[in-house]
Structures are given as C-alpha cells and as structure tokens.
C-alpha cells in the first residue's frame, strides 16, 4: 500500500505564505483538476480560513465550503479544529463546540482534525465526541514540540490516549518545522508499535529539513504525509506535492497519483501566486530558509512576529537578546508548545521582559489567564515563584476550563434573531461577534466601503 497525501495548499500553504488571503474564486480556478488527481484528502478549512474570510475578504465561509463541496465528487475535504478554541483563540461552551462540528459535517467537511495547544486531552473530549456522533472522521493531532518533558515516551502515552478515546486517526502536528530527520523515525515507529491507528506528519519547510524528515517517517511507515501543490510550497508551507509524487513513484511506497492532473492544479496556482507576490502579501522572505529556528525552536510565523513587534518599539537591536528569552521564559511556563495562542503569549512577553529591562515586571492577562489554568494544565509544572510573583494568590483552576462556561448558542440566536439567517450565521457570531455582526449587518445593507486599516497579526497553525 503506496503512501496517501493530502494536500494543504487551499488551506495551510496560502495560511503560512500569504495570512490565508487566497479568495474562494481563486481555490474552485484549479479545484476540479485538484479533485481528479488521487489525493486522500483536500484541506480548505478550518485554521485562520474562518476569521480571514469575515474579517478581509468580505466572503461567508460556510458559503466557501459549500461551493468547494458542490466541485470536489471525489476527494475527501479535512478541516483544522482548535479543540475548545474551535476556530477563535479563546475556549467557548460546549453545546457551540458541538453544534460547529455539527454544521461543518453538513455543510461537507468529512475529516475534522483536532488539536489542542498544550496537548491537554480534556480540552479535546466535546470536539471529539461530536465529531463521532455526526458521523465525521475524527483525527487527533499531537501538538510536537521539543522539551525535557516532551520525549518519545510522552508522545507515546499520549498517543495511547488518544486512541482510547475513539480517534479515528493520529497527526504529528510539527507545526514549527522542527522535527529531525532521526527524530522522525524513532517516534514514528514507536507509535506504529503502540498503536493501530493511522499516522500522518504534517510539518513545514522553514528550518530546511521537512523532506528529509518526511522520507525517514515514510520508512517508518507512516501512513500519509502532508504537502502543498508547488506553487504554494516551500519556505514557511509544506514540501511539494508534485516533487514526493515523483520521488515514490515506482516504488513501494508509490502515491499512484495522477500527475498530469496535477501538473495542470499548479500551472493554475501559479497565476494565483504571482498575484500575490506582486501586490506584496507573498513576502519573499516567507519562501526563504531559516535553520535558526532548529536552534530557538520558534516557528517561522512567529519570527516574522517578534520582529514586527520590535520594529515598531525601534528595538530591532535587541532581537536576538528576545530570541535568548523565547526559550528561557517557556521553561518558565511548564514548556507550553509553541502553537496558537501560546506562541502569542510567550513571544509578546519575551519582548517585554527584554524591553523593560526586568523579567515580568509588566505581565500580559492572557499569560496571567494561563497561569491560572484557563487554558489548561501545563506540561511541566510552572515556576512557583514566578506564579506567586505574578497571580499571587488569585484562584487556580485544576479542572477543564470549559466546564465554567454556561451554554452560549440560544442566548446568541436569540440576541441576533434579526440578523442571522441560519445556525451557520449564529456560529459565526459566537467565533468572531463584532466581525461577523458587521459582515452581516453589510449583507443586509451594503454600504460604501470604508478604507480599511488592517492590523496583521500572525495567526498560528
């Protein structure tokens, strides 16, 4: 049985490349040949596709995935799920985690991936459970990152986990590209020995070595790997889809893949990618290579925001005194991987600390909210004298954090019941309340457009 691949570049490669601006027209201009080329999935939804959607292109993303449905007749469509954070970055209720799953079942989403960003299983248990429910595939992702607590062995029990709790199948979800070759190997072989689900790696370019990395799973047996169509691959995305397609073939690890197929995708993609390299959202520098982030373990997207955090302080001087304190200040947080919204947080407050001149002298309320436990438990026990400087003794939290939030959908119908014109239309307003009330309110009433000032954040995988 050949290797299976799915591809990224509707979803992850523009996400990574160019902050997930590709418009819905511009993914349906190469889809139907995508959908005929032998992929095991298509991913198009989910991460920053959401918020991207409401917030800068003025499209109804439950609309994008229906279009894409209504194309695709062959090929599976995947989607990223942030656990309790679903597609926001804070945790919301149970019965809107839900009734999400729910509709993008529906609305055609056949594999829902979830992850939680401090691999804290509790926060995954409602995605999971619905998912099954609804009659979706549910594939768990294992948030990898490097640390002295964060082995082969705690990938492994955590794997162990994740299968009792009724995964269909398992990611490596190396979303900093920080996974080595070697590393590789030995971790996918002992998942392949303890357990019987499916595994596929999912990494990134940046730090050079993600082809290297997926040929040594694929002689570890992992069961499918994820790539980007070569447009949309390379530097901060995914390695090329074409280029493994041409490097297994014939052996026994062939994909069978239609290659012309997708020879045509890219020549379509590619117009799309000189689009965005003209008008300036395709930085070069997103295509570029950086090992340093194998030294600093930081994942590129998160590079790319310290220094825009520094540039507008005029510190560009002290960047890397900050990437030092990147990995000091996440020893001092029990290890958090560097994922959304951790990433955010640790970045943000290791450019405090350096800025200020004195560690935690001033302390972000997301960081306090986390050391509180309202994001889960950490990995390594946090820095108890840090804790006590920072929240003294304000009230930690050692069960889910979610189970403190009351139910939030009916309330949310009922206070846009004027506005809204489905379930899809309230989850949008439980995800992103001011953007999609506004996005709403335009369908309703199209006004002039207004100059938008648009304020970049770096949205993680």
């Excluded at 949008?428 to 002039?448: G, M, T, Y």
Aim: aromatic share 6%.
């Amino acid at each position: 049985m050949g290797v299976k691949i799915m591809e990224t570049a509707l979803r992850d490669g523009h996400q990574s490349l160019f902050a997930t601006r590709m418009t819905t027209e511009e993914i349906l201009s190469a889809l139907e040949e995508i959908d005929q080329a032998g992929y095991h999935a298509l991913e198009v939804w989910g991460g920053a596709t959401f918020d991207a959607c409401l917030r800068f292109l003025n499209e109804d993303p439950w609309e994008r995935l229906r279009k894409i449905r209504s194309v695709c007749k062959n090929t599976k469509l995947q989607m990223l799920f942030r656990g309790q954070n679903i597609l926001g970055y804070k945790h919301y209720a149970d019965d809107v985690v839900e009734m999400f799953v729910k509709k993008s079942l529906e609305n055609g989403i056949d594999i829902i991936r979830v992850f939680d960003a401090l691999n804290d299983i509790r926060n995954l248990k409602c995605a999971v459970s619905a998912t099954k429910k609804y009659g979706g595939h549910c594939q768990i992702a294992l948030s990898y990152t490097t640390s002295p607590v964060h082995t082969v062995d705690y990938f492994v029990g955590l794997a162990k986990e994740i299968e009792a709790m009724g995964a269909d199948s398992l990611c490596i979800k190396d979303m900093a590209g920080v996974l080595l070759p070697n590393d590789a190997y030995e971790l996918v072989s002992r998942l392949k020995e303890n357990t019987k689900l499916p595994i596929q790696l999912h990494s990134h370019c940046t730090g050079g070595i993600a082809e290297m990395t997926y040929m040594k799973a694929i002689e570890a047996g992992v069961d499918i790997i994820d790539t980007a169509l070569s447009p949309l691959s390379g530097g901060t995305s995914q390695p090329a889809t074409e280029s493994f397609v041409y490097s297994l073939k014939g052996s026994i690890y062939d994909t069978g893949m239609n290659l012309e197929m997708l020879e045509k995708a890219a020549d379509k993609l590619k117009k799309v990618k000189d689009k965005y390299l003209e008008n300036g959202l395709l930085n070069p520098r997103a295509l570029a290579t950086n090992p340093n982030i194998l030294k600093y373990q930081v994942p590129g997207g998160m590079l790319s925001n310290l220094m825009n955090q520094l540039k507008n302080q005029g510190a560009m001087d002290k960047f890397d005194d900050v990437l030092r304190e990147v990995p000091k200040v996440r020893a001092d947080l029990g290890y958090p991987p560097l994922v959304t919204p951790l990433s955010q947080m640790v970045g943000t407050q290791a450019v405090i600390n350096v800025i200020s001149g004195e560690r935690y002298k001033l302390v972000p309320g997301e960081v306090k909210e986390y050391l509180r436990g309202l994001y889960g438990a950490s990995p390594a026990p946090i820095n108890s004298e840090l804790k006590i400087k920072i929240i003294g003794d304000a009230p930690t939290i050692t069960h889910r954090p979610a189970d403190d939030l009351k139910p939030q959908f009916e309330e949310l119908k009922q206070k846009y019941r004027d506005l809204v014109r489905s379930d899809e239309d309230v989850l949008s307003c439980a995800l992103f309340e001011n953007v999609a009330v506004k996005f709403l309110e335009n369908l309703k009433q199209p006004q002039e457009e207004n100059e938008i000032v648009e304020i970049n954040l770096y949205i993680g995988r």
